[in-house]
């Protein structure tokens, strides 16, 4: 069994997801308007939230990293999920963040989005990290740019119109820019 870590940001806790979050999983997953932009855009019962959670938490396993649960600190509510993600037939290490919707708008995203980052590039010594954001989902596509995400093309991916943004190590950041 992998250790997954703990990170602590100013606000954020991110910690193994586990089924103590799974009721809260289970309604982030089951409201339209936060399943809007992710798979097939539709909302998942409890039956396929379960899968979901332990689709995530097999991730850690088979990968070595995944999504955690984000948690406030001072309360230790449950209010998403970001980590990376890079299943097969996925283009690329994938930085993702899914808040229930009465934590939006609150700087959450972007972060975990640097906590995952920090991660990416200091442990897994990975040379890119990309975010798939799908065309007209424009608070993430601005989330995706406050982490300094570049974006590099757009992709039909699944069948959805997508924006890809790119992350760099800041050593390549500064590599490229002396290029």
């Known amino acids: 069994m992998i250790d997954i870590p703990v990170i602590e940001t100013a606000r954020l806790r991110l910690t193994a997801l586990t089924e103590r979050h799974f009721d809260d999983y289970a309604a982030m997953l ?90 990416a590039w200091s442990r897994l010594h990975v040379p890119r990290v990309i975010s798939l954001v799908r065309i007209g989902n424009d608070a993430s596509d601005r989330v995706a740019e406050r982490l300094g995400g570049e974006h590099i093309e757009d992709m039909d991916f699944y069948g959805s119109d997508t924006h890809v943004f790119a992350y760099y190590p800041p050593r390549a950041e500064a590599r490229r820019a002396f290029a």
């Open 30 to 119: 089951g409201d339209p308007e936060s399943t809007r932009w992710v798979g097939d855009g539709q909302p998942l019962d409890r039956t396929n939230a379960w899968r979901s959670l332990a689709m995530l938490i097999g991730h850690w396993q088979l990968r070595g990293y995944g999504m955690w649960a984000l948690e406030l600190k001072e309360s230790g509510e449950f209010i998403g999920r970001a980590g990376l993600f890079h299943p097969e037939g996925w283009p690329d290490v994938e930085l993702g963040w899914m808040l229930k919707p009465e934590h939006r708008h609150h700087g959450y995203a972007t972060e975990a989005g640097n906590a995952v980052l920090d991660f």
